[in-house]
């Protein structure tokens, strides 16, 4: 699963230069407008095409059975057709699809902060997709409170309904 567009951002930066260039050549409050203009961009574009993606959907005749959202990731599960979709915040151009064959494991993780394990920095899990690990976050606690015993293991329930549908639906075949 491929989570990261370098292309797009390789893109973005390389932009940077010429803008400068340009800015060279205008009125000081112009300039500022138009970096400020390109600085929005650089930071949002990515959240603008992923709502877009996002509220777009999936290709027609996929059935969607069950959704998730988490962290950086949205996930579209077709139990009928046997096919996982998913549109990730830093690629959102296209979503992405898989058959839940290629599913070989889905394994939470937890990071705990302090040895009695009742608060979390974050709940996540590894997800393996043809052979390759990919780690996707369902909480973190960021710059704010830990996560407690209750959220962390509501975190857990889910990421195990998550797992439940895809094996149920890969047995169903």
């Known amino acids: 699963m491929k989570q990261f567009s370098w292309k797009y951002y390789f893109a973005l930066l390389l932009l940077l230069p010429i803008l400068l260039i340009v800015m060279k050549h205008m009125m000081f409050l112009w300039a500022v407008a138009l970096f ?11 959240m603008f095409f992923y709502i ?7 290709r027609s005749g996929f059935c969607v059975t069950n959704e998730y959202e988490m962290l ?3 996930f579209w599960i ?19 699809y898989f058959p839940l064959d290629s599913i ?11 040895k009695k ?9 590894n997800i393996t997709i ?21 959220h962390r293991n509501q975190y857990l329930d889910d990421i195990q309904k998550l797992k439940d549908v895809i094996w149920k639906a890969k047995l169903k075949d």
């Open 130 to 150: 043809n052979g390759k690990k990919t780690s996707v976050g369902v909480a973190s606690s960021g710059r704010g409170s830990l996560i407690n015993r209750n």
């Open 78 to 96: 077709d139990t009928i057709h046997q096919e996982l979709a998913v549109l990730c915040l830093l690629n959102p151009f296209k979503v992405q």
């Open 72 to 74: 950086t990731m949205h």
């Open 52 to 58: 877009y993606h996002k509220k777009k959907g999936v």
């Open 36 to 46: 400020m203009g390109y600085f929005t961009w650089a930071l949002f574009s990515g």
């Open 117 to 125: 394990k009742d608060y979390a920095y974050g709940v996540y899990f």
């Open 104 to 114: 070989e494991e889905i394994e939470p993780v937890v990071t705990y902060a302090g």
